[in-house]
Nanobody, 123 residues
């Protein structure tokens, strides 16, 4: 059974930083693409960042490019999302997800999801 567990969310002031973690179990972690998505109240879930199985390629939404960094540690079966220069509009529940070998930016292409972690940025 594949499980994804996010952690690291919280309340932070604008301009601050957080590091989200997503621990994966029940799957050979190193062979799969990992992605982060977010959903704000009243809005659809949107792509934030993704990383290929090797960590060699990363992709970002334009809204977070230059501020967020995705990384992974295959030895620890964990993917990270470093959030810097946070803005109130980054407030959302952040989800990690996993899919097959090839990268995708579409949420419907991901097979397994975590329960989400809340990030709240105050102005």
């Amino acid at each position: 059974q594949v499980q994804l567990v996010e952690s690291g969310g919280g309340l932070v002031q604008a301009g601050g930083s957080l590091r989200l973690s997503c621990a994966v179990s029940g799957r050979t972690f190193s062979g799969y693409t990992m992605g982060w998505f977010r959903q704000a109240p009243g809005k659809e879930r949107e792509f934030v960042a993704a990383i290929t199985w090797s960590g060699g390629s990363t992709y970002y939404a334009d809204s977070v490019k230059g501020r967020f960094t995705i990384s992974r540690d295959n030895a620890k079966n964990t993917v990270y999302l470093h959030l810097n220069s946070l803005k109130p509009e980054d407030t959302a529940v952040y989800y990690c997800a996993t899919r097959g070998k090839y990268i995708s930016l579409g949420s419907s292409d991901y097979d397994y999801w975590g329960q989400g972690t809340q990030v709240t940025v105050s102005s």
